[in-house]
Structures are given as structure tokens and as C-alpha cells.
């Protein structure tokens, strides 16, 4: 079945940049709509960014022009990178991937998150 590592999580100053990678194995990464996704405690999941695999790419409002959502399929790894990094971004990063075909807000395969913090 798909596996989904994320890497590259950490902390840092308020207006720094972080780059987040997750790496896939054991599907068709080409294939996949890829999606970071955050979770702050006590509040709910939120869908960061995304891209499709026709390279179309969708951001959370709060993130837009800070934010940039890559693939690199023959890698099958998606990225994320994150510049002038605010403290309402800290959260759990995660990785996650939704098959062709597959509804359009349901994802079928997640990593395990990443902690990035952002101190101010």
C-alpha cells in the first residue's frame, strides 16, 4: 500500500522559511491529487495546499503568496514551502494523497505529520 513520509518540519523565527518534503512509495504518484494539510491543538484540520496532477494547485487564503505547493514525480515527492512563516502557522504538517478518481475532498493515504513551529 502507499507510504507517505514528511520530512523537514522544525523551528523557526517569525518571517522565516521552512521546506517540507514527502516522499511516496508503493503507488502511482504521477496519478495522485497530493495535499498538505495542518492541524494547530485544539483546533480542526485545515487543508494548507494542493496539487492536482495536472500541476493545477489550490491554497488556503491565510497562505497565499507565502506558500508554494510543488511535485516532482519522477522523485514521488511533493513539497511545500513555507516563507515569511507567521506563529499562526505553527501546527502538524501532513502529507496526504487521494487517488484518480476518488472524491473530491477525500484523501486515501496520509504520512505521519511533521511539527513545525514558528516562534514570534
Known amino acids: 500500500q502507499v507510504q507517505l513520509v514528511e520530512s523537514g518540519g522544525g523551528l523557526v523565527q517569525a518571517g522565516g522559511s521552512l521546506r517540507l518534503s514527502c516522499a511516496a512509495s508503493?503507488?502511482?504518484?504521477?496519478?495522485?491529487?497530493m495535499g498538505w494539510f495542518r492541524q494547530a491543538p485544539g483546533k480542526e484540520r485545515e487543508l494548507v495546499a494542493r496539487?492536482?496532477?495536472?500541476?493545477?494547485?489550490y491554497y488556503l487564503d491565510s497562505v497565499k503568496g507565502r506558500f508554494t505547493i510543488s511535485r516532482d514525480n519522477a522523485k514521488n515527492t511533493v513539497y511545500l514551502q513555507m516563507n515569511n512563516l507567521k506563529p499562526e502557522d505553527t501546527a502538524v504538517y501532513y502529507c496526504a494523497a487521494s487517488r484518480y478518481g476518488s472524491p473530491a475532498f477525500k484523501y486515501d493515504f496520509w504520512g505521519q505529520g511533521t511539527q513545525v513551529i514558528v516562534s514570534s
Open positions: 508503493g503507488g502511482t504518484f504521477s496519478t495522485y491529487k
Open positions: 496539487i492536482r496532477s495536472d500541476g493545477s494547485t
